[in-house]
Structures are given as C-alpha cells and as structure tokens.
C-alpha cells in the first residue's frame, strides 16, 4: 500500500491557513499557492540520491555531492495544478513538465480527459503529478492511469489538500504510488467538495466563477 505523508513544517502550515481563507483574494491566493508549492518540493525532494564529485574551489580540491538519479518531471493536473507548477520549479529548474487535462464532472463527479503532452521520455524520469485537491481521488486517479498507460513507472503524488474518502480510493485503484500532502481535511460535503478545504482550487487561483 502506498503510504501518506502530511508535510507539518510550519511554514507551509502557516501560508497553508491563508490559502483557506475565503478574504484571501486571487493575487495573494495564487502567490502564497506558489510559495507552498515551492516549500513542498522541498520536502519531496527530501529522499533524492547523491553521488559524490570532485571540483575545484579557490583553495583546493575536493570531494562533494551532487543530485544522483533518474531525472524529474512533473504533471500537473489542469487546471488547478498549473498552479503549483512555478513554485516547484524554482527549486527543480531542470525538470520536465507534461500536462494531463482533467476536469470533474458537476454532475456524475467523475473525470472526464481532455489532454494529456508528456515528455517523451517519460518512462526514465521520476515524475511528480501535482494537483491542489484530492477530493473523490476520481481525477488523480485517472491521471495516473493515464500515465501509466503511456509507460510512467516512477510516479508520486503531490496535494495540497485531500480527503479521507480520496485518499481511500486513490489507495485502492493505485495501492503502489506514495502521497504527499500538506493537510488532511475532515471528510467531503454532498457536492464533492473537501470540508473544510479551500473551495474551488481552479476559480480561486483563476478567479473564475
Ligand atoms: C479540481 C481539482 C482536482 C479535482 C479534484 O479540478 O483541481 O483536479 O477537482 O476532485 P476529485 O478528486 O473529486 O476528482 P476541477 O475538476 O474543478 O477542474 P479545474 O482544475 O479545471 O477547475
Ligand atoms: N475540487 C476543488 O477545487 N475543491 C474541492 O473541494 C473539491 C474538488
């Protein structure tokens, strides 16, 4: 089973409380999404290899380490993850970005597809699928089956916010990929959406209604 990890630091915590807020309008929404993205791909990055080096300083020679490994890509689900997308790359600048377009059903709930680019080299890169919410997991779901099914191997998925029930059946249809979040919120309301959680992800970065 894929295991949950809720990424406590504070400061993601803190900006986190913010992103809740409904007076927090779109310019503060969208930068202090940034600025969490950014925090946790700091924390995802947490497990990278090393290898070690030899280079010069101005003084002398020495041993040193770098980032060993396979190479990053991250797939944010649009919407709402484009969101994240920024942030992250201000600390893996060299990572590849693929797109998988997704949006839920207002009435069934479910995820319908409309897009999907990767890199071509999917197969080889550790891949980061981004998306604010995991409400009913129907879209990160679909996501990584869609990733799947075009050769991904190494995949993980980073949230702002999930939900029990989203979590569950996320676990259920994709019991090998590990989940990274900032909070797990207390359950879902009748129109799927996360309780408390921050509305919707895509009109508050986007201001759209
Ligand atoms: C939101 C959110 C997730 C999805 C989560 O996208 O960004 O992709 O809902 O819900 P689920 O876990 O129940 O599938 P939305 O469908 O609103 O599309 P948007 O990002 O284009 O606004
Ligand atoms: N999508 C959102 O943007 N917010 C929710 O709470 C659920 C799904």
Redesign the pocket.
Known sequence: MGKVYVFDHPLIQHKLSYIRDKNTGTKEFRELVDEVAMLMAYEITREMPLKEIEIETPVTTCKTKVIAGKKVGLVP?????LGMVDGMLKLIPAARVGHVG???DPET?E?VEYYVKLPSDVNERELIVI??????????AAAITALKNRGAQNLKLMCLIAAPE?IEKFQQIHEDIDLYVAAVDEKLNDH?YIVPGLG????RLYGTK
Do not use: V
């Open positions: 689900i649009l919407r709402a993850g997704l949006y839920r709930l995820p998306d604010p919410m995991l409400a009913t997991g129907g879209s990160a989203g799927g919707d992800a895509g009109d």
